[in-house]
């Protein structure tokens, strides 16, 4: 029994494999198959997860005998012996067998194989028992209990349960708030125990879609870096559209370490239209790329010589991270719970007691890393919508910050390497005065010569400033190269932050 088992599940394990084999009218080059996944249709869906299962054939003929023939085989079984089959399968494995075919899915379903998956499951004392006290609690439950439900409930239950527990323990996780940065303590150690990755979902015109996983990423102090390369990227000039999106598994397992080869659960981030990259949003070039900026917080590299693809980053900031990366469905993004302002009497209430954090880096080199605390403004600041809230002042030199090394954001693909010059990545964490994250970015930006002339001691060298704006505030950057020493100071540095974000956070009327 345990060989023919054996044999009957290679039989599917090949035709899953068939089925998740592109078409030769795709157009799909050698190998591509290793880094992009293709969803095609509107019925058709192949996840980042399955990407990693693909194999290729020598001889495509066979392939499509081979299921032929394994496909008449399993037709042809009776469903009593596949229903016994599947009772050795563990959960993944069963939603897997439920994507060979019709009568599959129906049989996958059955409940009673997933009353026992979810006894086993969530058994209140399964660490101290056996499996056969396990069959008893399925088998001591009555016949009707079960057949009365519609099938695939207990399949829905399991589910509903386990993503309960992810989100139980998710929060467990993230609780303890470090006092000085106002973010989760233990953001890097959920990273690593939900096994979350990214990837994107890069969209045609046509339809077509091609999902790559995150090559390489690096985590900074209050952010994360992650970055895609390769060769077989897509046209440019065909692609519509690109999601972000957190790729965690389906189900957790706490005594093994994520693979690869589990089902992984979608969690949009961010949509970005590519038309956008146009020469409004470049930010930088070297004698190879051009690096486009789009909100938020996206990178594009594109080789000057042909204007494709060369690579995308994405900086991530820690505030909600893990929350947006893991708790949204593949089309929806992750919802902020509502907010609840603290109200006072205060007179200026709102427009004191913040706290910043802010860093300037790239590819691990940190050029500025500050904290400044007890900011404050006045309702006189009050311009055009925004706040004026003054971090380093123009005319205190002792407030002037220089910047350590040569400022550049370094990049990377398969084959080239290099620095673009004046450009990094900038990291903001703004708390209140009860130390909540009030606003909170990580966005590319560069170093700019001033539109207008600055009041700044622009005799000791040439000015440069760096400006950020989104629909919460804006950050406005000067600094001078000074000649002798060849390093860059910051002069001044002032947030403008929105009148109707302070009013909605803090329940004023300004």
């Not at 969690?267 to 790329?289: P, Q, V």
């Not at 789009?294 to 010589?305: A, D, I, R, S, Y």
């Not at 500050?370 to 006045?378: E, H, V």
């Not at 406005?476 to 009013?503: G, Q």
């Amino acid at each position: 029994m345990a060989t023919g088992r054996g044999r009957i599940l290679r039989h599917r394990w090949l035709g899953l494999q068939t089925l998740r084999e592109p078409s030769a009218g795709a157009g799909v080059a050698p190998g591509r198959s290793r880094v992009f996944g293709f969803r095609k249709g509107p019925g058709v869906k192949f996840s980042a997860g399955s990407a990693a299962l693909w194999c290729h054939g020598r001889d495509g003929q066979h392939w499509e005998s081979s299921f032929s023939c394994y496909s008449g085989l399993l037709d042809r079984m009776p469903s009593e012996i596949l229903l016994k089959i599947f009772s050795y399968l563990d959960a993944v494995s069963l939603l897997c067998t439920g994507c060979v075919s019709r009568r599959f899915y129906h049989l996958a379903n059955d409940n009673f194989i997933w009353i026992r998956i979810y006894s086993t499951a969530f058994s209140s004392t399964r660490s101290n028992r056996k499996v056969s006290s396990v069959q008893k609690i399925a088998t001591s439950m009555s016949f009707l209990s079960v057949q009365n439900k519609e099938a695939g409930y207990w399949k829905k239950e399991y589910i509903t349960k386990q993503i309960a527990s992810v989100k139980a323990a998710l929060a467990d996780i993230l609780k303890p708030v470090n006092p000085y940065t106002g973010l989760p303590v233990k953001t890097k150690e959920a990273l690593r125990i939900f096994g979350l990755g990214w990837a994107i979902i890069l969209k045609e015109k046509s339809g077509k879609e091609h999902i790559m996983e995150h090559v390489d990423l690096s985590i900074n102090d209050t952010s994360v870096t992650v970055i895609w390369y390769g060769k077989n990227w897509p046209c440019l000039a065909s692609l519509s559209t690109l999601d972000l999106c957190g790729v965690t598994p389906v189900f957790m397992d706490w005594y093994k370490t994520p693979t690869k080869h589990r089902l992984r659960w979608h969690s949009l981030i961010a949509k970005y239209n590519l038309s956008h990259l146009t020469e409004s949003t470049m930010i930088g070039c070297d004698r190879l790329i051009r690096i486009f900026c789009l909100h938020p917080g996206l990178l594009v590299g594109l080789w000057k010589k042909e204007e494709e693809l060369a690579f995308l980053m994405a900086n991530l900031h820690f505030h909600h991270l893990v929350e947006r990366s893991t708790l949204g469905s593949a089309t929806i993004p992750y919802e902020l719970p509502p907010h609840s302002p603290f109200l006072d009497d205060s007179p200026e209430y709102g427009l004191h007691g913040y706290q910043l954090h802010v860093d300037l880096h790239s590819g691990g080199v940190f050029y500025l890393c500050g904290t400044f605390r007890n900011l404050f403004t006045k309702k006189g600041n009050i311009e055009n919508g925004h706040v004026k809230l003054i971090v380093i002042n123009l005319k205190n030199n002792r407030e002037h910050l220089p910047l350590i090394g040569k400022v550049g954001l370094s990049w990377k693909t398969d084959i080239f390497d290099g620095c673009i010059k004046s450009c990094s990545m900038m990291d903001v964490t703004l708390l209140d005065e009860h130390g909540r994250p009030f606003w909170c970015f990580s966005s590319p930006v560069c170093m700019r010569l001033p539109a207008t002339p600055s009041d700044g001691p622009s005799l000791l060298g040439q000015t440069y400033s760096v400006d950020y704006v989104d629909a919460e505030g804006r950050v406005h950057v000067e600094l001078v190269w000074i000649r002798e020493t060849e390093e860059y100071f910051i002069v001044s540095l002032v947030l403008y932050l929105s009148v109707a974000k302070i009013n909605h956070w803090f329940g004023t009327e300004y």
